[in-house]
């Protein structure tokens, strides 16, 4: 039995990886996948794969796109969700901010360095218009830290996936001013460069066993229930993202990979490029 480690954020477009492990699919190929929960989300997780701490990240493009180019010893073996990640811009349900023109030079909540909710502060400010050299952020860590920092007013606003938090914004604890989505896939697989190197083959086979889930996820029945009690969603909530919601089984072509470099280069939040071979892996 081979042991392989894997981290994601604890969400629901992770749920296909936990129904493989329960349903004993990876065990069946003597493969122990340990699955991970990581709230902290994409700078925590290019940490893990940086000190070895997992082998494998379902992560956000971006982030890892990112961290590879500063020197992250790991590849990207295929897009996971190609459709793009809808970041709600969020502030405290009482604040007196009421429009994302209201926030502009206002502290923004982060989970972390190099989090996908710090590189989407700087693509919404670009959008903005704003200068983006004069963001400022507030590490928070977590959708919990985030509600503390807002409501504490030590920072201002937080993007976040917007599903996930509209139980907030259902409870009144957050307001949602409007949504900025990723302007490329929004999840990759990625492994690390040795863990790849001495398994390609368990590789490949993680990977035939997560397509084959992804592929009918939405055919599974009352899906739609299960995922709205497992992560506290209201059913038509639920409804609208499982329509949202585009599964990859692919890898990024170079056409793709350069694209998404330049954009991230053009908002400055890459200050390097790496070339397509550093950064995927043909599988």
């Known amino acids: ?7 994601g954020v604890p969400e629901h477009f992770n749920l296909p990886w936990r129904l493989c492990i329960e349903n004993g699919e990876f065990q069946t190929e003597n493969i122990d996948l340990q699955w991970k929960n990581i709230p902290e989300g994409t ?6 794969l940086r000190d070895g701490n997992t082998d494998i990240a379902v992560i956000l493009t ?41 926030l502009k030079n206002k502290k923004v909540a982060i989970s972390r360095l190099g989090s996908g909710s710090q590189l989407m502060a700087y693509v919404n400010a670009n959008e903005q218009g704003w200068e983006t050299d004069n963001l400022e952020f507030e590490i928070v860590n977590t959708i919990d830290g985030a509600v503390e920092a807002l409501t504490n ?19 009144g604890i957050f307001r949602r001013l409007g949504d900025c989505p990723t302007p490329w896939p929004s999840f990759v697989i990625a492994a690390r460069d040795e863990f790849l190197k001495k398994n390609p083959k368990v590789m490949e086979k993680i990977l035939e066993i997560i397509n084959n889930a992804t592929r009918d996820f939405t055919q599974i029945p009352d899906i739609d229930k299960t995922l709205a009690d497992i992560f506290d969603q209201r059913l038509e909530d639920i409804q609208e993202w499982l329509k949202l919601t585009q599964w990859s089984q692919k890898n990024l072509t170079e056409k793709a990979f350069v694209k998404i470099q330049n954009q991230l280069f053009d908002l400055g ?15």
């Not at 700078?43 to 893990?48: D, E, H, I, R, S």
């Open 153 to 171: 007013e030590t920072a201002d606003y937080f993007m976040w996936e917007r599903f996930m938090t509209k139980p907030l914004v259902d409870k």
């Open 62 to 102: 971006e982030g890892i796109i990112k961290d590879i180019a500063a020197g992250n010893p790991s590849k990207i073996v295929q897009i996971y969700v190609q459709s793009p990640l809808i970041w709600g811009i969020h502030v405290a349900a009482n604040s007196d901010f009421h429009t994302i023109k209201d």
């Open 1 to 7: 039995m081979k042991t392989v480690k894997i981290v």
């Open 269 to 283: 939040i890459i200050d390097k490029k790496s070339t397509f071979v550093e950064t995927v892996k043909a599988m």
């Open 43 to 48: 700078g925590k997780m290019c940490q893990m």
